[in-house]
Nanobody, 119 residues
């Protein structure tokens, strides 16, 4: 069993920065690959970034590549998403995600944190 809690969202001007946090709990969190997704009103939930269980592998959607950086602190059981040079199109609710504990099992999701970017 894993619990994910996002924080760090807010209102920022275009070109500004935010750092989101995904705090994890549960005995298996340390072994989980973590993804960030985002969802704007009336639109699909879309992939943003990925980090594997030990932080050695990362990937990003092209829309955020070279602007966002994903990282994790294993001692703090926390995954971060550093967002720089934010654009209005980055406005969305941001969610962190972890795979289930068994093959094909139910995935874990946090409650989401709102990011709003204005011109």
């Amino acid at each position: 069993q894993v619990r994910l809690v996002e924080s760090g969202g807010g209102l920022v001007q275009s070109g500004g920065s935010l750092r989101l946090s995904c705090a994890g709990s549960g005995r298996t969190f340390h072994s989980k690959n973590i993804k960030w997704f985002r969802q704007a009103p009336g639109k699909e939930r879309l992939f943003v970034a990925y980090i594997n269980w030990n932080g050695g592998s990362k990937s990003y959607d092209d829309s955020v590549k070279d602007r966002f950086l994903i990282s994790r602190d294993t001692g703090a059981n926390t995954v971060y998403l550093q967002m720089d040079n934010l654009k209005p199109e980055d406005t969305a609710v941001y969610y962190c995600n972890a795979p289930g504990d068994t093959p094909g099992g139910t995935e874990y999701w946090g409650q989401g944190t709102q990011v709003t970017v204005f011109s």
